[in-house]
């Protein structure tokens, strides 16, 4: 006998609840990791046999670190940027060839022309004429450049459009019930309560409107010019002492050189400490602290890369989640995220363009100092002439040239400096560290764990060793110099 209407109709019901299809909600997470798997493999098809895993992974690494995509569609433009970058490299190590095999061409022709700068322009010369290959290498790197900066743009703009409320457009729904995988063939295929996790799910979209863009709290006029808001913390009177507060609010307790890098008043403090021994998760506990007690603060994390600044970056954003606070995004085209208070963290790269854009922040952090470019510097200690800030470098040696080398070895300086070795450490591993010790070059372990500035390999004289030899308690002898000149 034919099963009736009512039937049918609460088998199709059954179904339904049980069905895993690309239209439920199941169905179309596989769809998007499958889709996003796909895109991944797809873009590491742009490396060619013979190119270096490493460096490709690096440079995903960084544009990953520095853009920190969310969500399946950033991912895939940052991707795609890495593709384009990646290919744009290959496509310059190309014409530096060509141009070397010119530079060969030329000498083998000429064998008496001995001025290698003249050698230089005949081949690039020859390699310039009118429809030649370095011309077309150079159109197709004009060509990436431009899908370049629109990726670019299209990766800032998704962001800021993900930034501007409290959350993503997902909000405006609610994944509170589940379908039940083994409803009774006499029960209607109703959602019970569950959580996501627990296999097929129902979304139901609430009527409550989405929450409001997330501003910073209007200021008000007080007794001591401080602007405040409804949704700023209740702070007290006076700030809790900084390594107190990290213990208590976090459970961390500082070593010796993490303590001077939380409590040091100076505002300008230079710390040279071996890798991996806390200094830059001390930077970001001072970061957030400086952050959450200080009202509208701008604080600023630069560094070599945008990837070193972004771990100190990452740190803070996690101690700021650990204290139950609502983050929202940065300023536009910017990187880091904004207290509720109005205080904003900013991660920047190397780049002087970029940094000029901010005024008056109360504290600057920059990480592997020795290892950023003199222009950085140039760019950030005027900002604090209005705000007294502080600024903090952080670093190991690297060689003995550059800004933060030469501020550690001043004398009679406003810097504090602080000085941390593998001692002060009590996590340091030390048989890994014997075993680094054997392992690597002398002056590469001096460097990274003993805190050394080694002259480079092409330096004849150390920095020190020439400073020693001067003298200015004595005269200079020039016997053929008299008191005409002559």
């Known amino acids: 006998m034919p099963a009736s209407t009512d039937e049918r109709s609460q088998r199709a019901r059954m179904n339904g609840a049980k069905s895993t299809g690309p239209k439920t909600a199941h169905g179309q997470y596989r769809c998007e990791t499958a889709s996003y798997k796909h895109g991944l493999y797809a873009v590491r098809g742009c490396m060619l046999p013979g190119e270096s895993n490493e460096e490709f992974a690096e440079l995903q690494s960084q544009l990953h670190a520095f853009f920190q995509p969310i969500g399946y569609f950033d991912q895939e433009l940052v991707e795609k940027l890495v593709a384009v970058t990646w290919e744009a490299r290959r496509l310059e190590a190309s014409k530096n060839d060509h141009v070397h095999d010119a530079v ?77 995988p083994d409803l009774p063939e006499t029960a209607d295929a109703k959602p019970v309560d569950g959580h996501q996790s627990e296999g097929a799910y129902t979304v ?31 702070l007290p009177a ?41 200094k830059s998760t001390a ?20 560094s070599a890369s945008g990837r070193q600044s972004g771990q100190i970056l990452e740190k803070a954003r996690q101690l700021a989640r650990q204290m139950g606070l609502d983050l929202a995004g940065p300023p536009p085209k910017c990187e ?21 854009g901010f005024s008056a922040p109360c504290l600057i952090v920059v990480d592997e100092a020795a290892f950023a470019s003199d222009t950085l510097f140039t760019a950030l200690e005027p900002m604090l002439t209005v ?59 001096e460097q990274e764990f003993e805190c050394k500035f080694v002259a480079s390999s092409g330096q004849f004289i150390s920095v020190e060793t020439f400073r020693k030899c001067l003298r200015d308690d004595i005269p200079p002898f020039c016997p053929g110099w008299d008191e005409t000149g002559f």
């Open 104 to 180: 060969a061409n030329v000498a083998k022709a000429n064998p008496r022309l001995i001025d290698q700068a003249k050698k230089n322009l005949l081949a690039e010369a020859d390699v310039s004429i009118p429809g030649g290959k370095m011309v077309m290498l150079n159109a197709r790197l004009a060509q990436l450049a431009r899908e370049r900066a629109r990726l670019t743009r299209e990766i800032w703009n998704a962001k800021k459009q993900g930034s501007a409320n409290s959350g993503g457009s997902q909000m405006s729904l609610i994944i509170n019930r589940r379908q039940h």
């Open 204 to 234: 139901e979209a609430t009527s409550d409107p989405l929450p409001p863009p997330f501003t910073a709290p209007p200021p008000t006029s007080v007794d001591d010019g401080a602007p405040t808001g409804s949704d700023a913390p209740d």
């Open 238 to 278: 006076v700030a809790p002492n900084i390594s107190t507060w990290a213990a208590e609010t976090f459970g961390f307790n500082p070593d010796e050189v993490q303590r001077r890098i939380l409590e040091e008043t100076n505002t300008h403090i230079l710390v040279l400490a071996p890798r991996q021994t806390g």
């Open 283 to 302: 930077a970001a506990v001072r970061v957030l602290y400086t952050a959450v007690y200080n009202q509208c603060a701008t604080i600023l994390l630069a």
């Open 336 to 356: 880091g995220f904004t207290l509720p208070n109005g205080s904003i963290v900013v991660a920047l790269p190397d780049s002087e363009e970029t940094i000029r």
């Open 387 to 445: 705000s007294n800030g502080t600024l903090m470098l952080l670093s190991t040696p690297n060689g003995q040239v550059g800004y933060f080398y030469e501020q550690w070895h001043l004398q009679d300086n406003h810097w504090t400096n602080i000085l941390g070795t593998l001692e002060d450490c009590p996590r340091v591993n030390t048989k890994a560290i014997e075993g680094m010790r054997k392992s690597m070059a002398k002056a590469d372990f």
